[in-house]
């Protein structure tokens, strides 16, 4: 059996002498291999032409954590306690969802990835939770695959149907959505209404989740289980 090729959206890492690298974190390779994908890393580039040619060896793409995104995006100034921006990732990562959702391409949006989907179709997300007010802890101390808090999963979502109706997470964010962008519903929060997860019912598999599955996945066989479904409709789609 052939299985599908997963593009991970990578990051772009500056070292101590300013040399710039290209970068996916292991977890994310580990956990779509483990799960039955073949991971591929998809750099940045700003080339609408070549974007569209990565998305024609992927069958299904995972926009994975980093850093924050431009505040300009959706319409409003930078915070004082926003992180730094990459306005090249943003823009490769906005064009590659867009188009992946036209071609029907199965979606995982993790962390970062949750609020880059949110943007592109039209949501805002939080620049820093700490401005609003009764949120409980969502940057752990603890390791990163210790789930620390739970979430509540919305019945008849696509997410439920795999982690059931509760679930304990990893959180390693200070931003979220905030505006839910139009084709998109909740279906995952914490106890102080932070949103964990939206999905667009649209489409085979199309989800975003706050979280980090594959920081977990080897160890919480849920996380795993996640990825499988994942993986699964990747390979519907290649078939």
């Known amino acids: 059996m052939i299985k599908p090729v997963i593009g991970i959206s990578a990051n772009i890492l500056t070292l101590d002498n300013g040399a710039e690298r290209a ?3 292991t977890e994310y390779i580990k956990a779509v291999s483990q799960a039955g994908g073949v991971p ?24 994975s954590g980093g850093y924050d995104v431009d505040p300009l995006l959706f319409g409003e100034q930078p915070a004082e306690k926003l992180g730094y921006v990459c306005p ?7 064009e ?6 036209l071609a029907q391409i ?3 949006g993790i962390c970062r990835g949750i609020q880059l989907i949110n943007i ?16 409980i802890k969502h940057m752990q101390n603890a390791k990163n695959n210790i789930p620390t808090h739970t979430i509540e999963i919305a019945e008849n979502s696509q997410l439920a149907s795999i982690l059931g109706p509760k679930a304990i997470v990893n959180s390693f964010h200070h ?12 279906t995952a929060w914490t106890a102080d209404g932070v949103i964990e997860a939206i999905e667009n019912s649209e489409s085979e598999f199309f989800i975003g989740v706050q979280w980090h599955p594959e920081m977990m ?22 078939a």
């Open 23 to 25: 970068a996916v974190s």
């Open 120 to 135: 592109a179709f039209g949501g805002t997300i939080y620049q820093d939770l700490s401005d609003v007010p009764g949120v």
């Open 175 to 186: 931003q979220a959505v905030k505006n839910v962008a139009p084709g998109f519903r909740v």
């Open 217 to 238: 996945a080897a160890t919480q066989p849920a996380m795993h289980n996640l990825l499988v479904s994942f993986i699964h409709a990747a390979l519907s789609k290649n």
């Open 96 to 101: 590659l969802v867009r188009a992946a959702a």
């Open 88 to 94: 090249e990732r943003d823009f490769h990562e906005i």
């Open 40 to 63: 591929v890393m998809l750099p940045v580039i700003t080339d609408q032409e070549s974007i569209q040619q990565q998305l024609k060896i992927i069958d299904g793409l995972i926009l």
């Open 106 to 108: 199965p979606i995982l």
